[in-house]
């Protein structure tokens, strides 16, 4: 598999993230410790892999509005590109995510202009790594455009917790969490699932495992163990693992090598505060050294 280019379809939106110690009782209310006004969804992914080294784009849906100018400069601040022009009238869409004591988080999302995907005259190359979001399936616009696609490259899906039915979608590598794994399968064991998922797709499955690292399918299970980090916010953990299988399998590493190095990625990550604060290519060099591995 060759790989010069992360191509992603899926969301980018706006967090709202409030930290609370805990979600409220129905219908009271609780003061939040703080808050902060970040792009999320897609946006984690890109960023995982843009400061892993991949070069990036965004080739979602982005909106004309305060919202969606917020998104576009944080886009260019990482240095992702942004292949389409904004959908005129209708803001990007935003969520609020809720992140409790246990660094464990809750969504509510607002749907705005990612729902309209259209894709004019982008080119996809077949050296593309094309991550779609089951976000993105989720919009029947979003779904009936990407299921239209002849797409050449190498294809990854994340499904999210709101994932549906892949359709016809022709799928390289599925990652999701075991909970994720467990609605797409219907299979409780984990390592079972995976080994499901891999004969759904052309290459592989991952099942990330938080804590526990993750189980590569590639076909047959194995657990890649994780990291054992002091975990402050896991909102972006899996699409920090994401962009970081994606970019370190685009270096040449093997699906084994890249699924332990995006472990690392995701543990780095989930002790900083924020859903976009992947580690770039020389601190995860660092963290695992530091963990007596080579990078």
Known sequence: MTVARLVSLG?????????????????????????SITPGGAFNTLVAAA????PTVYAGAHGTGPFGDLARQALGREGIGVALSPVPD???GFDVALVDATAERTFVTSVGAEGQLAFGSFAFRPDD?????????????????????????????????LGPDTGDLAIDWWSGNAREAT????????????????????????????????????????????????AVDLNGAGDAH??????ALATGLSPADAARRANAVAAIAVTRHGPADSPTAAETDAFLASAGLAS
Not at 23 to 32: F, K, M, N, R
Not at 142 to 149: P, T, W
Not at 204 to 230: K, N, S, T, W, Y
């Open 129 to 161: 790594a094309i991550h779609i979001s089951g976000y993105g399936l989720l919009h029947p616009v979003n779904r009936e455009a990407i299921l239209s696609l002849a797409l050449p490259g190498t294809v990854f899906y994340d499904p999210g917790p």
């Open 183 to 230: 609605l797409a399968t219907g299979i409780d064991d984990a390592l079972e699932a995976a080994a499901v998922l891999a004969t759904r797709v052309r290459r592989g499955a991952i099942v990330r495992l938080g804590a526990g690292g993750c189980i590569l399918a590639d076909p047959m299970p194995q657990i890649i163990p994780g990291f054992a980090v002091e």
């Open 51 to 54: 400061r892993q080294g991949l």
């Open 11 to 35: 969301n980018v939106v706006i967090d709202l993230v409030m930290r609370i110690d805990a979600l409220p009782e129905h219908g009271s209310d609780v003061i939040a410790d703080s808050a």
């Open 90 to 92: 209708r803001d990007t």
């Open 242 to 247: 994401v962009g970081g299988f994606i970019a």
